[in-house]
Nanobody, 117 residues
Framework: QVQLVESGGGSVQAGGSLRLSCVPSRSIFSINAMGWYRQAPGKQRELVAAITRGGDTKYADSVMGRFTISRDNAKNTVYLQMNSLNSEDTAVYYC???????????WGQGTQVTVSS
């Protein structure tokens, strides 16, 4: 079992920034990959960004150049820095952990991000 604790959501005006944090209940180095997903009302959950144990990253096309996923090993925390936010970024953001040989997925409770124009 892996618990994921998220923080950092909130409301911001278009063009603003937010940083989300996710702390897993086990070492980041024991996790294959961690990522951020989001789900807007009436839409499917989608991958926003992910980072592997080795540090490789990937991003959704819609956030490329605006969002940055990173990790602080000393704090055992993964971050999602979101800049130049727009109304289409409004969603509940979920932290995800891909764990073990069978690649079991764990999810955080979600944090709301609301961008007003």
């Amino acid at each position: 079992q892996v618990q994921l604790v998220e923080s950092g959501g909130g409301s911001v005006q278009a063009g603003g920034s937010l940083r989300l944090s996710c702390v897993p209940s086990r070492s980041i180095f024991s996790i294959n990959a961690m990522g951020w997903y989001r789900q807007a009302p009436g839409k499917q959950r989608e991958l926003v960004a992910a980072i592997t144990r080795g540090g490789d990253t990937k991003y959704a096309d819609s956030v490329m150049g605006r969002f940055t996923i990173s990790r602080d090993n000393a704090k055992n925390t993964v971050y999602l820095q979101m800049n130049s936010l727009n109304s289409e970024d409004t969603a509940v953001y979920y932290c995800n952990a891909d764990v073990g040989i069978i690649r079991q997925n764990y999810w955080g409770q979600g944090t709301q991000v609301t961008v007003s124009s």
